[in-house]
């Protein structure tokens, strides 16, 4: 059964850094095939994409987070990370990663195209 779980996640104060990271298993088709995305949802919001990576390490980024954010991926380690930047108090909120398309050229960072989805880690900026 495929499954991702999400980590990293904490209380950082404006203008600090995280790394969280999305590890991966139970997968059929092997890990590097897979797009990979990320999204966060604030209270009282819809989820949103923020970052992806496709199979062969394209990227896209959401432009409220683009110059600040930077997600990288580690096949042999199945393992996708996401450095987070010059963090905003509006950058709080939960941060999910989730399995895309595979063998795909490229990623769009929308919530249709990707399942299934981890539980989430929580990531608040506050001073």
């Known amino acids: 059964q495929l499954q991702v779980v999400e980590s990293g996640g904490g209380l950082v104060e404006p203008g600090g850094s995280l790394r969280l990271s999305c590890t991966a298993s139970?997968?059929?088709?092997?890990?590097?095939?897979?797009?990979i995305g990320w999204f966060r949802q604030a209270p009282g919001k819809d989820r949103e994409g923020i970052a992806c990576?496709?199979?062969?390490?394209?990227?896209t980024y959401a432009d409220s987070v683009k110059g600040r954010f930077t997600i990288s991926r580690d096949d042999p380690k199945n393992t996708v990370y996401l450095e987070l930047a010059s963090l905003k108090p509006e950058d709080t909120a939960i941060y999910f990663c989730?399995?895309?398309?595979?063998?795909?050229?490229?990623?769009?960072?929308?919530?249709?195209?990707?399942?299934?989805w981890g539980q989430g880690t929580q990531v608040t900026v506050s001073s």
């Open positions: 989730a399995m895309g398309a595979i063998w795909a050229s490229g990623c769009r960072i929308e919530k249709v195209d990707y399942n299934p």
């Open positions: 990576v496709s199979s062969t390490s394209s990227t």
């Open positions: 139970g997968f059929s088709v092997p890990f590097k095939d897979h797009n």
